[in-house]
């Protein structure tokens, strides 16, 4: 098997190498530059003193460095020193005289690669300890950098499991909401039958009626909740269908506010289309996009008070990052509005916000999962959706489609 050492040594070999010698001796420099010249495939930058050695570092880069330790004026442990100080990331060999051994252990000390003493053999294993140090300095770089990837993965995963903890304690929290959700209306349905069933009250007088009437709520309470579990469950599973073609957008707006007149009527609310004069062509699945329209108008009028307005409003839209036009769907109200806490976490999954409800649409709450398929469902159009929200000022959601071409 070929270690990435190996590998490295083979890439090292293949390029040219830039070296820098640091060596007064011309003769000794001489002798360098013809071992390694002989085996190594570089170019080498000669100077003949640790000032000019310094210089040359600040000004060029170099693969390697090769610095004798006796220089006149500043000494090659100086020259070293230098080099850690300037923050220069490259590998160096020293070359001292016979009997510094301790001079060769404090360069090691002091971030040295290598040393070779001026012997006789000296020139001969030199081409070799430059090949074991670009090869030692390179298996160095790839620790270094698996630790750094080591160090971010785990930094991710830590994340993913902070995460994934938040989100198993929200949905722990959301299987109990939602069990409630179901058992309160499925109760009140089952009293009311009772109620019809042992003649306790005549379903054709006006308290038979209302009795039914609580039946028919909790009847629509349960299909949101069922509804939004399996639309739910298909985005989760990728296995909701999209069947898209070129739809009007003010035709699917239209049949949208239709079918939400007489929910606002209840609260006296009126619903305002600003329809554009020409035609809004999207590449859509009409029902898909309907049901979003259809929730995020719901939604507003659950939470706006009576005799307040909700306006909708489509319109071209030129999104400076994206090089296609767009079309922006606008929801506007009048109600309460939302904390700027909450706006962050009003499209997460399984989080329900709670916002005060009165009057006829107090029994149609949810599972608190509407705004999360209507995320999932314009994603999957290519689009984005985001909302906008002061507390006492009203709320605007938007979501955008590419324009049909």
Aim: aromatic share 6%.
């Amino acid at each position: 098997m070929v270690t990435p050492a190996v590998q490295l040594h083979a890439q090292e070999k293949a390029e040219e190498k830039k070296l820098l010698l640091i060596e007064d001796n011309p003769d000794h420099a001489f002798l360098v530059r013809k071992a390694i010249g002989d085996s190594l495939k570089s170019q080498i930058v000669e100077v003949g003193s640790g000032e000019d050695g310094i210089e040359k570092i600040k000004t060029e880069k170099f693969d390697l460095i090769i610095t004798d330790f006796n220089l006149p004026g500043i000494n090659g442990l100086q020259v070293l020193e230098a080099i850690q100080q300037m923050k220069v990331d490259v590998p160096v060999i020293m070359l001292t005289g016979q009997g510094d051994e301790k001079v060769a252990v404090n360069a090691m000390r002091g971030g040295a690669y290598n040393y070779v003493v001026k012997d006789d053999i000296c020139y001969t294993i030199l081409p070799r300890v430059v090949t074991e140090t670009f090869v030692r300095y390179g298996a160095d770089k790839e620790k270094i950098r698996l630790e750094k990837e080591i160090r971010k993965k785990s930094a991710e995963l830590e994340k993913a499991n902070e995460e994934l903890k938040k989100l198993d304690e929200l949905k722990s929290q959301f299987i109990s909401s939602v069990s409630h959700e179901f058992r309160n209306p499925l109760n009140s349905i089952k009293e009311s039958i009772e109620l019809i069933l042992d003649a306790v009250v005549d379903p054709k007088t006006k308290q038979g009626l209302r009795v039914l009437d609580i039946a028919k709520n909790s009847t629509d309470r349960l299909t949101i909740l069922v509804n939004d579990l399996l639309d739910f469950s298909k985005l989760e599973a990728g296995k909701m269908k999209m069947n898209k073609e070129p739809s009007d957008l003010r035709k699917v707006i239209e049949d949208t506010l239709d079918s939400q007149h007489s929910l606002a009527r209840k609260k006296q609310i009126s619903l305002v289309f600003n329809k554009p004069k020409e035609k809004l062509v999207v590449f859509v699945d009409p029902l898909r996009i309907l049901q979003v329209i259809s929730n995020l108008v719901n939604n507003a009028i659950k939470f706006t008070p009576a005799k307040g307005v909700i306006t909708v409003t489509s319109e071209l839209f030129k999104d400076p990052l994206e090089p296609f036009q767009k079309i922006k769907v606008t929801i506007e109200d009048t109600g309460e509005g939302i904390s700027e806490e909450n706006i962050s976490k009003i499209f997460e999954r399984f989080e329900q916000i709670k916002r005060p409800q009165k009057g006829e649409l107090a029994h149609l709450q949810g599972t608190g999962l509407g705004l999360s398929i209507c995320q999932e469902i314009v994603k999957q159009h290519q689009g984005t959706i985001w909302a906008e929200s002061k507390l006492g000022e009203g709320s605007r959601f938007m979501f955008t489609l590419p324009k049909y071409r």
